[in-house]
């Protein structure tokens, strides 16, 4: 499960750069980059819960 955690988290960056839109300095644009972040704190929220960890998506 953390190796699964891990490798998701480490894609973060890539996932945003193949679905968001790119600003004028050619980076993913903040919302959309937040929404990634979002679902990966939702994975990993559904990945740990199964094993007692505390609900972090709000920290």
Do not use: H, Q, W
């Given at each position: 499960m953390k190796r699964n955690v891990e490798l998701k988290r480490q894609a973060?960056?890539?996932?945003?750069?193949g679905l968001c839109r790119k600003d004028e300095l050619g980076y993913?644009?903040?919302k959309c980059y937040i929404?990634?972040?979002?679902?990966?704190?939702?994975?990993?929220?559904?990945e740990t819960s199964k094993y007692?960890?505390?609900?972090?998506?709000?920290?």
């Open positions: 973060i960056s890539k996932d945003a750069a993913p644009e903040n929404s990634v972040i979002e679902r990966f704190k939702d994975y990993t929220y559904k007692g960890v505390p609900d972090m998506r709000l920290n």
